[in-house]
């Protein structure tokens, strides 16, 4: 029981409103949504500073469902099949972080695509965004690669990210996103 209660005290330390570590389906996608609209409700939160939490969780939480590769991870543990989700408010912001296994094969191309919404400004950003939208190439799993994009242009704050090998197969992904009001 001890144990329980220090993995408390972390959450409570960290200001954790909502911690999930499991598998990402539509039905969670809604029930994540429907619990943080409570919880911001409680704390009487700015409906402007709502709304741009909201925006920016959902593309995560699509994120995490889209590219969760079924086919890739078919004959994986199912640790390797599940993510990671923590919402935290931290003084007058908000951190969400999403944890997910990846291919290890496919780190390069996302740190790419990462290290180049990062280095672009506000007005960049809602360019490469209509460039992106406007060419219309959708991947296998159709989307348009707009996310990490939106995330970016919506909290108008750098990607934290990581890449963890676990093996010469694959890597851990981690995304910190912070929202300011």
Do not use: W
């Not at 919880?39 to 590219?67: A, G, R, S, T, W």
């Not at 390069?108 to 280095?119: C, S």
């Not at 991947?139 to 690669?145: E, L, P, R, V, Y």
């Amino acid at each position: 029981m001890n144990q329980v209660y220090e993995i408390y005290k972390k959450l409570e330390e960290r200001n954790v409103l909502l911690s999930f570590k499991g598998m990402i389906t539509s039905e969670l996608l809604t029930t994540i949504l429907q619990i943080m609209e409570s919880k911001m409700d409680h704390i009487d939160e700015n409906p402007k500073v709502k709304k741009k939490v909201f925006n920016i969780l959902v593309e995560c939480l699509q994120n995490l469902y889209h590219h969760i590769d079924q086919d890739d991870f078919v004959h994986v543990p199912a640790e390797e099949r599940s993510a990671l989700l923590m919402i935290a408010k931290i003084g007058d912001s908000y951190q969400i972080t999403t944890g997910n296994y990846m291919k290890a094969s496919d780190v390069p191309v996302l740190k790419e695509k990462l290290d180049l919404v990062n280095g672009m400004d506000k007005e960049e950003l809602k360019a490469y965004y209509k460039q992106v939208l406007s060419e219309g190439n959708m991947s296998s799993k159709g989307t348009a690669g707009l996310g990490m994009i939106d995330i970016a242009r919506k909290s108008g704050e750098k990607l934290e990210y990581e890449f963890l090998p676990i093996n010469d197969r694959t890597s851990f992904f981690s995304l910190t996103v912070k929202i300011a009001e």
